[in-house]
């Protein structure tokens, strides 16, 4: 599946409507980005079970600004609507099709029973 782009108006609904959602937040005039969004185009081919989303932070700040997006590239990684990784900086060909990889391992119903246990113990 080839990057689709992202809008404030169509971003909840990709998250909730998708197991697997990977978001590049970027912006024109970023080199690391422009140098990034080749290795992440051509990655998001080998896994079309996943959704890879770019975010343009110049377009789109209120999704910026919501994620906290501080530097770009930005890359986050959403599973069943909880982020499980967030990193800035631009990963290598070899490194972003691993931590896809890794991404799709992340036991799910583990991470939603801590999520539960640290809302009880917080509540």
Not at 37 to 48: G, L, Q, R, T, V
Request: hydrophobic share 45%; charged share 20%; aromatic share 8%.
């Amino acid at each position: 599946m080839s990057t689709v782009d992202l809008t404030l108006a169509d971003f909840e609904t990709t998250v909730t409507s998708n197991d697997m959602v990977l978001v590049d937040f970027w912006a024109e005039w970023c080199g690391p980005c422009r140098m990034f969004a080749p290795y992440y185009s051509k990655i998001s081919d080998e896994f079309p079970d996943a959704v890879f989303a770019k975010v343009d932070t110049e377009a789109n700040p209120e999704l910026a600004s919501m994620f906290n997006i501080q530097s770009i590239p930005t890359l986050m990684i959403i599973r069943d609507q909880v982020v499980i990784f967030s990193q800035a900086g631009a990963l290598p060909e070899a490194a972003l099709r691993d931590l896809v990889e890794q991404a799709r391992a992340v036991d799910m119903e583990k991470v939603h029973a801590d999520i539960a246990a640290q809302k009880a113990h917080t509540s």
